[in-house]
Structures are given as structure tokens and as C-alpha cells.
């Protein structure tokens, strides 16, 4: 099983400044991962998949990067509603799919 | 736009079964395109994968939970199904389905549904 590390686990920013999430993978998954962003008491949401494309109406200021083991979702410029968890999923390799465990991005 | 919706009792007996629906609308459970998934997500935890399943009834589990679970597939109702057997506390969860695109690494769920949690208590 490849098991997906995010980190951190809780990340600070402020409006209209840059975070940046890291997932590592304990294998390598070639592009083969995605981004979800998830809001309290709702369904996660596409972001990204094949590590850098972006989901149909998704923002051009998420961005994903990397590939192997070590990837990045970047959001530009952060924006209120932007404030959520985000979770990685690998699916290069499966069963099983795997997701990493979430970093909760929080208004500074 | 495609739609899915869980559906199922909220309240399981510890030791019974956990039987889930996901009812599809805006699209067709016996699409060649896409497998159809469900995930689950306990109380402030992290989402764990249960299993998939295509339309001709090809299914994948987690190896973690093969032997409890069964998922299936009813195309002419345009839903897919989640039976969990044998359910403890630990099974306490809110269970989304997804749709999972099909081929070759190309496995990712979108879109998902709302989520039904589901609380194993006796």
C-alpha cells in the first residue's frame, strides 16, 4: 500500500498571501495524483488531478506540482473562501487508493 | 450536471450490517467511462477508500476491509450500492460516494456526494 504524508498538518496565512502543501508519496506515483478541497459539512471537491491539471472551473490561482514522490498545491493569492482542508489521493498504484491524511489551511 | 445522493439508515447496531445506497442522477451508472466509488471519512478524520465498482459488476476493494464489505451495482435503478458487514464503533463514519473516472491512470472522483453519516451504536 502507498501511504501519502501531507504536510504540514495546519498551515497559517494570511488573505491575499501564498500557501504552499506538500504531499509525499512513500513510492512513486509518476503524476499520478490528485487535490481535493474540502469545507466543513460538505463533499470534498476536484482541484487538481494528473498532478497539475486543473479541474473544470477550478481557479487558475491553484496550481499543482511535482511528480514521483514529492508534490506541491499551491494557492496563489489566498482568497476567503479558499480557507478548508485539502487532502492528496494516489491513484497510480491500486487497490488500494490512497489519500493523505489532510492540512488544514486557516485564516492567520 | 451529474448528481449523487446516499441514502440509508443513520443508526447501525453494532455486529449488523451498514447498507447504503447512492442513487445517480444526470448521468448513467452503466456508463463504459467510470467506476463508482465509496469513501468514507470518520468524525474529524482523514478519508479512507471502501471500494469501486464498474458497470458490468468488476469490483475493488480495500484490502483492509475486503472481507466485509460488498458493493454492487443495480443499472436499471441508476444506483450503486454498499453493504459492511459485521460493523463496530470504528465504522462510525460519514460515507460519500463518487464517481471514479475509468482507464489507466486516470482514477480520480469527481463528483462526490453531499454524505450520509452513519453512527454504530447499540
Known amino acids: 500500500e502507498i501511504v501519502m504524508t501531507q504536510s504540514p498538518a495546519t498551515l497559517s496565512v494570511s488573505p491575499g498571501e501564498r500557501a504552499t502543501l506538500s504531499c509525499r508519496a512513500s513510492q512513486s506515483v509518476r503524476s499520478n495524483l490528485a487535490w481535493y478541497q474540502q469545507k466543513p459539512g460538505q463533499a470534498p471537491r476536484l482541484l487538481i488531478y494528473?498532478?497539475?491539471t486543473r479541474a473544470t472551473g477550478i481557479p487558475a490561482r491553484f496550481s499543482g506540482s511535482g511528480s514521483g514522490t514529492e508534490f506541491t498545491l499551491t494557492i496563489s493569492s489566498l482568497q476567503s473562501e479558499d480557507f478548508a482542508v485539502y487532502y492528496c489521493?494516489?491513484?497510480?498504484?491500486?487497490?488500494?487508493?490512497?489519500f493523505g491524511q489532510g492540512t488544514r489551511l486557516e485564516i492567520k | 450536471q451529474l448528481q449523487l445522493q446516499e441514502s440509508g439508515p443513520g443508526l447501525v447496531k453494532p455486529s449488523e450490517t451498514l447498507s447504503l445506497n447512492c442513487t445517480v442522477s444526470?448521468?448513467?451508472?452503466?456508463?463504459?467511462?467510470?467506476?463508482w466509488g465509496w469513501i468514507r471519512q470518520p468524525p474529524g478524520k482523514g478519508l479512507e477508500w471502501i471500494g469501486s465498482i464498474y458497470y458490468d459488476g468488476s469490483t475493488y476493494y480495500n484490502p483492509s476491509l475486503r472481507s466485509r464489505v460488498t458493493i454492487s451495482v443495480d443499472t436499471s435503478k441508476n444506483q450503486f450500492s454498499l453493504r459492511l458487514y459485521s460493523v463496530t464503533a470504528a465504522d462510525t463514519a460519514v460515507y460519500h460516494c463518487?464517481?471514479?473516472?475509468?482507464?489507466?491512470?486516470?482514477?480520480?472522483?469527481?463528483?462526490w456526494g453531499q454524505g450520509t453519516l452513519v453512527t454504530v451504536s447499540s
Open positions: 463518487a464517481r471514479q473516472t475509468y482507464g489507466n491512470y486516470h482514477n480520480w472522483f469527481d463528483p
Open positions: 489521493q494516489q491513484y497510480n498504484n491500486w487497490p488500494p487508493i490512497t
Open positions: 494528473g498532478a497539475s
Open positions: 444526470g448521468g448513467s451508472s452503466s456508463s463504459s467511462s467510470y467506476y
